[in-house]
DNA sequence: CTACGATGGTGAGGTACCTCATCATGAGGA
DNA sequence: TCCTCATGATGAGGTACCTCACCATCGTAG
């Protein structure tokens, strides 16, 4: 037990440390494209999808409806996305992206493809399957299985 | 290539997204035992390693020394650890738990080990040492060996 | 039709990180 | 000695998330 305890350990102490360096490579990267990678995924999800509420996106990327609204705020401000009112619910606002925001959102994709391949590129093909496999099936078997995101 | 691309996007999405559930997951348990992940990391590093001061500290952590300060502000705050002068370098500040620090230690310590159980539980001991040696496949190889952590 | 709970968005306020600038001190060389 | 450069800590200010409280609107059950 004690074994297994360390293994329990050690695996999550190595997910955590590995994370911190890499959203700080991906965070860098992006910086250097003048973007940011909570705005980036935002403007991804936007073109992967089409124009849609904040309280959607939030269920997309899994976070607060709250922090999306700062997020779409920040990205409004620099004329990235716009905002109009959904003619069928007149609490909602519909995020879509500009112009502006499609190019952004190109740039995003290849520094991403890049951080991508500088981080996982050490892999094998066949280790990248295995770690796909594994994140799956730890994220299947999570506790408190509320996870609205919609894929 | 096409697949080598989708491949590599896949497991950074995976790894991203499923940190930021298993961060929320770790933070809410802390939190619910009156902690903190980030404050519970200082306080674990100092039971492991001993009084020390702030940069060594940061460094361990692999965060800002101007984080740290926060953090220590908090937890100094809290009573949790003390801050003392350095005799041999007066711009230092050392930084030890308190008896209360050490108690809300082993507490976060039980803590974080029935999180990473409940995480990581539903991997075997096999797929447990599997990820353990992708991960630090990875972080071995990643780009800009900056890494001041000593371990 | 109205009265209610659910839902979309935001204000206020908090935590955890960051960078850059600043200040005091330490440590080495001219 | 004194000058300079490196280093420990912090002030100021920023980003990305969070919760909780709140308002307007929606949809439904009486």
Chains 1, 2 share one sequence.
Do not use: W
């Not at 440390?17 to 990678?37: F, K, N, P, T």
């Not at 003619?87 to 995020?95: C, K, Y």
């Amino acid at each position: 037990m004690a074994s297994r305890d360390a293994v329990q350990l050690e695996v999550g102490q190595a997910y955590f440390e590995l994370y911190h360096q890499v959203h700080r490579i991906v965070d860098q990267a992006m910086g250097a494209a003048g973007l940011s990678l909570a705005r980036a995924k935002v403007l991804m999800r936007l073109q992967d999808r089409g124009p849609m509420n904040q309280s959607t996106l939030a269920g997309l990327l899994g976070y607060a409806p709250r922090s999306v609204t700062d997020t779409v705020d920040a990205l409004e401000r620099d004329g990235l996305v716009a905002r109009t009112d959904d003619e069928n619910d007149r609490r909602a606002r519909i995020v879509a992206l500009t112009p502006a925001g499609r190019d952004a959102c190109e740039t995003a994709r290849t520094v991403r493809n890049q951080a991508m391949d500088e981080i996982f590129g050490s892999l094998t093909v066949r280790e990248r399957g295995t770690l796909v496999e594994l994140l799956a099936k730890i994220r299947t078997n999570l506790p408190t299985g509320e996870n609205p995101c919609a894929q």
